[in-house]
C-alpha cells in the first residue's frame, strides 16, 4: 500500500493505492478520510483489483482551496474524472459512500463511458436527496444538521468543542461498538485538526446544499445507465429507506440492492465482512461484462 499527493487537475489529492488489475476508486464521505476504506483496500488487492482511494478536496492531505464556491458538485466530480487522468486509468469501478456516493452518482451519470460499473454505499443520489428535503418531513427531520453547518464558524465551533465531542456522537457513537478503536477515532479526528480542514468538509454543504435550495425545484441530472449496485444500511439514523427506493428508480441500466439490516451509515467500517464479500462478489459477475 502507498499513499503519495497526485496532480489531479487544479489540485492535488493524497491518494492511497494497493494492488493490480481492473482499478476500483474509493470515495469516502463526510467527516473521513481515504482511512475510512482501511478494509476495503487489501481485500480488494488480494482479489486481483487496483484499489485508489483519495482523500477528498478538503480532506486530510489533500489541497484545501480556501472558497465555499471551490466545493460545487461539479468540481468534486470534476476531481473523480481528473484523477484517473492523472493515473492513467480509461475506466473504473467507482465505489462511494456518503458525500463520495454523491460524487460517484453525478460521475456515472454525466460521464458513463468513464464508469465500468458503479456501488453505492448509504448515499443518496443527489436529486432524490433533493426531492426527499423537499417534499419528506421524516427525511427534513433527519437532515436538520445540514441546515445547521450553513453557518460559519458556528458549525465548527459545535462540531470541535470539548475534543470533538460532537463529531464523536455523530459518526463513532453512531456506529456499532467496536466499529471505531480508539486509533481510529484519533485517525480522523487529528486530521481535522489541521488549519481549515474542517471548514473545507463544511463546504460540501454550504456549496451544493445552501437553505435556499430547500425551497426550490431540484436540480436533474441525466438517468445513471451504468451497471449499479446499492448497498445499504438499514440502521442509518440520517437516511431514511425512502432514500434508497427514490435513488434506485433514478437508475435505468442493471440495478442490484443489498439491504443490511441493523447496520449502521458506517456501513463498510461497521461491516466489513459483508461489503467486502458483495464488492468482490458484484466485481467479478458485473451485468455485461
Avoid at 473523480?80 to 467507482?94: K, P
Avoid at 468513464?114 to 418531513?137: F, G, M, T
Wanted: aromatic share 8%; net charge negative; glycine share 8%.
Amino acid at each position: 500500500m502507498t499513499t503519495e499527493r497526485v496532480k489531479a487537475g487544479d489540485i492535488r489529492l493524497s491518494v492511497t493505492t494497493e494492488g493490480d488489475g481492473e482499478p476500483v476508486i474509493l470515495l469516502h464521505g463526510f467527516p473521513e478520510l481515504a482511512y475510512s476504506w482501511r478494509h476495503q483496500i487489501p481485500a480488494l488487492a488480494a482479489g486481483g483489483y487496483r484499489a485508489v482511494a483519495p482523500d477528498l478536496r478538503g480532506y486530510g492531505a489533500s489541497d484545501r482551496p480556501s472558497l465555499v464556491e471551490d466545493y460545487g458538485i461539479q468540481a468534486l466530480a470534476g476531481d473523480v474524472v481528473n484523477l484517473m487522468d492523472a493515473l492513467g486509468i480509461e475506466r473504473a469501478h467507482v465505489v462511494g459512500h456518503d458525500w463520495g456516493g454523491s460524487l460517484a452518482w453525478v460521475t456515472a451519470a454525466v460521464r458513463p463511458e468513464r464508469v465500468r460499473s458503479l456501488v453505492i454505499l448509504n448515499s443518496p443520489h443527489p436529486v432524490a436527496s433533493a426531492e426527499a428535503r423537499n417534499d419528506d418531513p421524516a427525511q427534513r427531520a433527519k437532515s436538520w444538521y445540514m441546515l445547521l453547518f450553513q453557518f460559519p464558524g458556528v458549525a465548527e465551533t459545535w462540531l470541535s468543542k470539548d475534543d470533538f465531542h460532537e463529531l464523536r456522537e455523530m459518526v463513532f457513537r453512531n456506529a456499532a461498538a467496536g466499529t471505531f478503536t480508539p486509533e481510529d477515532e484519533a485517525v480522523f479526528t487529528d486530521a481535522f485538526r489541521r488549519d481549515g480542514a474542517l471548514t473545507a468538509a463544511l463546504n460540501y454543504y454550504r456549496a451544493n446544499m445552501p437553505a435556499a435550495a430547500w425551497l426550490r425545484p431540484p436540480p436533474q441530472l441525466p438517468p445513471v445507465t451504468v451497471p449499479t449496485m446499492i448497498v445499504w444500511g438499514d440502521g442509518d439514523t440520517f437516511l431514511g429507506i425512502g432514500l434508497l427506493e427514490r435513488s434506485a428508480a433514478k437508475v435505468t441500466g442493471p440495478l442490484r440492492v443489498e439491504r443490511l439490516p441493523g447496520v449502521s451509515h458506517w456501513v463498510q467500517q461497521e461491516a466489513p465482512d459483508r461489503v467486502n464479500a458483495l464488492l468482490l462478489d458484484w466485481l467479478g459477475n458485473v451485468p455485461g461484462a
